[in-house]
């Protein structure tokens, strides 16, 4: 690549003045990747607490179901779960972290009272009590591991994206300008070095015409004075 460069002080300005950005950008990137994965790492640690919640309370609530079901039966624990009238609802807003804009989910109240569960309290038992509040809790911890899985997703195609542009720049461009740089940097002095014994050359030929026409004129005011001391030995008649 850098045989296509013309070895100009113009394209040498150009490179540095990219290399400069470049580098910034580079430095600019790792900072960012390295913050993203600390966030990264916080969030995971956040979706291993809330896997574990949700598997317990999974647990739970089968647990407490089947218990429902053995004892009430599945005609009075379905009665129970048609009586529901009032569903969550599910709002997404965004929050942003580190550049990366995640989901933040919210719902309207899940966990119910007695009497907002829709079912009469007198046909009712304990038992269906225990096997909605568990199902409730349930759904809080599907909500709430939605939301932290959706953003480690998020932050994790943000790492890889970012770890892609700085490997990049430190890989690829910056290599590439660096060799540019010295191309031309080393095109540069060798014509430098051309243009110097150039002028030293003419310099030397510009001397030696000058000794050589200083010389001729010595030897030019020298004839008259050798052509007078001989006229002047010459016996006279």
């Known amino acids: 690549m850098a045989k296509d460069v013309k070895p100009t002080r113009k394209n040498l300005m150009e490179i540095e003045d990219r290399i400069e950005l470049s580098e910034r950008g580079h430095g600019t990137l790792e900072k960012k990747r390295d913050g993203l994965i600390m966030e990264f790492m916080d969030i995971l640690d956040k979706a291993q607490d809330v896997r574990g919640e949700l598997s317990d309370d999974y647990q739970e609530a089968q647990k407490k179901i089947n218990m429902a079901r053995a004892m009430e039966g599945d005609v009075a624990v379905r009665g129970a779960a048609a009586a529901l009238q009032e569903h969550p609802e599910i709002t997404t807003e965004s929050k942003n972290i580190m550049g990366v804009v995640v989901p933040q989910i919210e719902s309207s109240r899940v966990s119910k009272s007695l009497d907002e569960r829709g079912y009469g309290i007198m046909g009712t038992s304990a038992r269906i009590d225990e096997a909605a509040e568990a199902y409730e809790d349930l759904l809080e911890s599907i909500i709430l591991a939605a939301e932290v899985e959706t953003a480690m997703k998020k932050m994790l195609r943000e790492i890889e994206t970012t770890k892609r542009r700085v490997n990049a720049l430190e890989f690829k461009l910056l290599p590439e300008l660096y060799e540019n740089q010295e191309y031309i940097e080393q095109k540069l002095e060798e014509q430098e070095r051309e243009e110097t014994f150039r002028l030293k050359k003419i310099k030397e030929k510009k001397e030696q015409e000058e000794k050589e026409e200083r ?22 008649n």
């Not at 030019?220 to 016996?235: F, H, I, L, R, S």
């Open 215 to 236: 010389e001729a004129e010595e030897e030019a005011a020298e004839e008259p004075e050798m052509e007078q001391a001989t006229a002047g030995g010459v016996p006279g």
